[in-house]
């Protein structure tokens, strides 16, 4: 079945570190999103991209950056990683020839601690 | 930008019993209102939406009612079941201008046998 796959799905790392955390996808969707999780703030949205040349900023992209690589491919990173960062991590794509309303399907997550 | 209030934060019901979820938008263009259950350690998954030009949609179990006037749409879950224990998560769009979606903070339903 086609579907959206991050990596890694848990990261213990230390305050300063750079890290990546990655998303495939085999879905064929062109638009790509990242959001964090946190309890009772639901799902906020860093960065998206609606095709390989395209990158925005979502609400809350400070202190994030991001990567398109491919169609099937989107990673986020954390250039200096703080405490305030630690949160569950999802990754969604959505097909946009579907016309408005467009299905976000989610990958399992990443679940990031900062030390 | 769009402002999504979810009301209440958590919820705990009576198997069999019904449970309404409640959501609030700032923003009149919005136009897509998803909603997503997300079960314990899995990933959202959308279990209906409407769309602006429709006032209610049933799936079964479950609506979802939407007043444009007072900017506000709601999931009606009825005769719940365990399996309906979930955090559920409402959300709005401006579908013209592409599909950025914007969640409220979650419901947690626990549904008691």
């Known amino acids: 079945d086609a579907d959206v796959t991050q990596t890694p799905r848990n990261r213990i790392t230390k305050t300063g570190k750079r890290i990546m955390l990655e998303c495939s996808q085999t879905?064929?969707?062109?638009?790509m999103y990242w959001y964090r999780q946190d309890p009772g703030l639901g799902l906020r949205l860093i960065y998206y991209?609606?095709?390989?040349?395209?990158?925005n900023k979502g609400e809350i992209s400070d202190g994030y950056s991001v990567s398109r690589q491919a169609q099937a491919k989107f990673s986020l990173s954390l250039e200096s990683a703080i405490p305030n960062q630690t949160a569950l991590y999802f990754c969604?794509?959505?097909?946009?020839?579907?016309?408005?309303?467009?299905?976000?399907?989610f990958g399992p997550g990443t679940r990031l601690l900062v030390l | 930008g769009e402002n999504v209030e979810q009301h209440p934060s958590t919820l705990s019901v009576q198997e069999g019993d019904s449970a309404v979820i409640k959501c609030t938008y700032s923003?009149?263009?919005?136009?897509?209102f998803p909603w997503y259950k997300q079960e314990l350690g899995k990933r959202p998954q959308l279990i209906i939406d409407?769309?602006?030009?429709?006032g209610e949609k049933k799936d079964q179990r479950i609506a979802v009612t939407l007043n444009k006037t007072a900017k506000h749409f709601s999931l009606h879950i009825t005769e719940t079941q365990p399996e309906d224990s979930a955090v559920y998560f409402c959300?709005?769009?401006?579908?013209?201008?592409?599909?950025?979606?914007?969640f409220g903070g979650g419901t947690r339903v626990l549904v008691k046998p």
């Open positions: 991209s609606f095709d390989v040349k395209d990158i």
């Open positions: 923003d009149s263009a919005s136009n897509y």
């Open positions: 879905k064929g969707h062109d638009r």
């Open positions: 959300a709005a769009s401006i579908g013209a201008a592409g599909n950025k979606l914007t």
């Open positions: 409407i769309r602006s030009n429709v």
């Open positions: 969604a794509t959505s097909d946009p020839r579907t016309g408005i309303g467009e299905t976000q399907y």
